[in-house]
């Protein structure tokens, strides 16, 4: 194999799915490689997995013999941070998986491994379709960025991942990690398999959501997603001629009863300018330390009073004007769970239900009765 590219085009490309070779590495050495291989004559698929998700990146480039090679993906990155004001990489396959590299005046001969030995995740991920949904990517990349703050960092097993809903019009992104919750929805056009192969829930892990969420990033349109029994394949164009594609495994599990543990109804309802409580919550943060990490919130008619005391650094109390519904009530909850839910939030005002000193802090936009986004935050023992 041969081709040559520009190293911006490259660095872009590879960049994206590099962030898959550092995962399971030291149980499963040959994962911190990445698959180079050609497409045509005129194009290059740069690709990686960490077993349980895929990325794969098809650029423009020229190449001059088809095939395929296996390089070290964090030293290709170095390699092309350093050269990418050049105008031109050239790389060649050698025998035993190595690889020669010319970067403007500079050669390397880089040691890699056989292709074949590389694992074939993408054929894992051509099972047959249970629904379909097309949506722009800025939507995708938002709707996860706005709920991936709850998410569980080992959600493989435990069925607590991030579950998608499949609805007529819209996606909705649900996770938590058992002290908070969040749920969005974004607008899409869904299509749901007709019979009971037809499926409208699904569970990613948090790792899998993350990398849909830069794919979305990256693209400079819609995003075409597909799933299946086992699994969920996204594809979208990018910049530069650059089409990128991220395929996952679903996991197995039931999602916990989420809409169970919402209230419809609550004792008190607050309503408050979002950019002030943030303002507050993060100056109250200041002092927070690894003991003393719960925020005061008291709600009386004269406003919400924010308290946060640290016996080691000091205390902060600071009065913020509310529209208040209900009785006189206080709670304590993580501080920074607290300013985690309110970026979600995207009106001017947040509302704030509470049931009691007990019950889950209840965060949304003010105004809102379709629950396009809802964050629960369990209170502290005050």
């Given amino acids: 194999m041969q081709f040559e590219i520009t190293p911006t085009s490259f660095l872009t ?3 994206f799915v590099a962030g898959l070779c550092k995962g399971r ?6 994962l911190k490689n990445m698959l180079i291989q050609s497409a045509g004559p005129d194009r290059l698929e740069i690709a990686a997995t960490n077993i349980e998700t895929f990325a794969k990146v ?39 998986g190595h690889a020669r590299v010319h970067l403007g005046d500079a050669e390397y001969q880089i040691v890699g491994i056989d292709p074949n030995d590389y694992p074939k995740m993408e054929a894992a991920l051509g099972d047959t379709p249970t629904a379909k949904a097309a949506l722009q990517g800025e939507a995708l990349t938002t709707l996860l960025k706005r709920i991936l703050h709850s998410a569980p960092q080992d959600a493989c097993n435990s069925g607590r991942g991030i579950l998608l809903e499949f609805e007529k019009g819209h996606i909705r992104a649900t996770t938590t990690d058992g002290h908070r919750l969040a749920s969005a929805t974004a607008e899409a056009v869904v299509e749901i398999q007709p019979g009971p192969e037809g499926a409208q829930n699904i569970i990613l892990s948090t790792e899998s959501a993350r990398k849909l969420a830069e794919l979305g990033g990256a693209t400079i349109g819609w995003v075409e997603i597909v799933v299946g029994k086992t ?18 495994r679903l996991i197995e599990g039931t999602f916990p009863k989420w809409r169970d543990v919402v209230r419809k109804t609550h004792t008190t309802t607050v309503t408050v300018e979002r950019n002030h409580l943030k303002s507050g919550l993060e100056r109250a943060s200041i002092l927070a330390g690894p003991l003393t990490q719960g925020a005061r919130m008291e709600f009386t008619e004269k406003g919400l009073e924010v308290t946060l005391k640290n016996p080691d650094a000091g205390e902060m109390r600071e009065s913020l004007a509310a529209w208040q519904t209900g009785p006189d009530t206080a709670i304590t909850a993580n501080v920074a769970y607290l300013l985690d839910a309110l970026g979600g939030v995207t009106n001017d005002q947040v509302q704030i239900a509470l049931a009691g000193p007990e019950g889950a802090v209840d965060i949304r936009n003010a105004g809102d009765t379709q629950v396009g986004y809802v964050a629960l935050v369990m209170p502290m023992r005050q």
Avoid at 25 to 30: C, E, G, K, L
Avoid at 231 to 248: Q, R, W, Y
Wanted: with cysteine.
């Fill in 58 to 96: 098809s650029a423009p480039a020229t190449v001059g013999a088809e095939g395929s090679l296996c390089v070290p993906g964090d030293l290709i990155i170095d390699m092309m941070r350093e050269g990418k004001q050049l105008k031109s990489l050239t790389m060649k396959a050698l025998e035993k």
């Fill in 13 to 15: 490309a590879s960049a």
């Fill in 25 to 30: 590495t030291s149980s499963m050495p040959v």
């Fill in 231 to 248: 699994a969920l394949k996204a594809t979208a164009e990018g910049k530069d001629g650059l089409k990128v594609t991220v395929g996952t």
